[in-house]
């Protein structure tokens, strides 16, 4: 009867292959739980109106702006639930960065510009995350990133 003892089947104690991985899965998982709050929050009414009380004006005026408007600010936060719910499941994880790229960058913007020196942490979080995500999952953006793509099956 022969057995296999490598690192797939069973690792023995100097051998932690999964340990390699641990950052990539916790920053997905952090990054997942925060859009899947933020979006899911907005739906259950725990952020009321959003942007009342203490925000400046220009804060005040773009936040109302995009809820007068009737679908930018329910599409923004479906986009962080979808994304969200994607991160933690760990499915499509970079259609997951593509969708949540422009809403981090306008998260990080809005807080730099119009609350500068508010909620710094979470804004370079929101900005560097998916940055870190998206080096972890490289192998999937060549032919996302590549001048010339191949239609349909390339073999």
Same mark, same amino acid.
């Given at each position: 009867? *022969?057995?296999?003892?490598?690192?797939?089947?069973?690792?023995?104690?100097?051998?932690?292959? %999964?340990?390699?991985?641990?950052?990539? &899965?916790? +920053?997905?998982?952090?990054?997942?739980?925060?859009?899947?709050?933020?979006?899911?929050?907005?739906?259950?009414? $725990?952020?009321?109106?959003?942007? *009342?009380?203490?925000?400046? *004006?220009?804060?005040?005026?773009?936040?109302?702006?995009? $809820?007068?408007?009737?679908?930018?600010?329910?599409?923004?936060?479906?986009? *962080?639930?979808?994304?969200? #719910?994607?991160?933690?499941?760990?499915?499509?994880?970079?259609?997951?960065?593509? #969708?949540?790229?422009?809403?981090?960058?306008?998260?990080?913007?809005? &807080?730099?510009?119009?609350?500068?020196?508010?909620? +710094?942490?979470?804004?370079?979080?929101?900005?560097?995350?998916?940055?870190?995500?998206? %080096?972890?999952?490289?192998?999937? %953006?060549?032919? +996302?990133?590549?001048?010339?793509?191949?239609?349909?099956?390339?073999?």
């Amino acid at each position: 009867m *022969e057995t296999t003892n490598d690192a797939t089947t069973t690792p023995d104690a100097g051998s932690r292959p %999964w340990m390699k991985n641990l950052p990539v &899965h916790v +920053v997905r998982t952090l990054l997942g739980l925060l859009f899947v709050f933020a979006g899911g929050s907005f739906f259950a009414g $725990m952020l009321g109106g959003g942007g *009342e009380g203490g925000g400046d *004006e220009g804060q005040s005026a773009l936040i109302a702006a995009m $809820m007068a408007s009737g679908y930018m600010f329910p599409l923004i936060k479906v986009t *962080e639930l979808v994304a969200g #719910l994607m991160l933690l499941a760990n499915r499509f994880v970079p259609l997951a960065l593509v #969708l949540i790229a422009p809403v981090a960058i306008n998260i990080a913007l809005f &807080h730099f510009v119009l609350t500068p020196g508010h909620d +710094v942490g979470i804004s370079i979080f929101v900005l560097v995350a998916p940055l870190f995500l998206a %080096w972890a999952y490289r192998s999937a %953006w060549v032919h +996302v990133l590549s001048p010339t793509t191949p239609i349909g099956d390339a073999g």
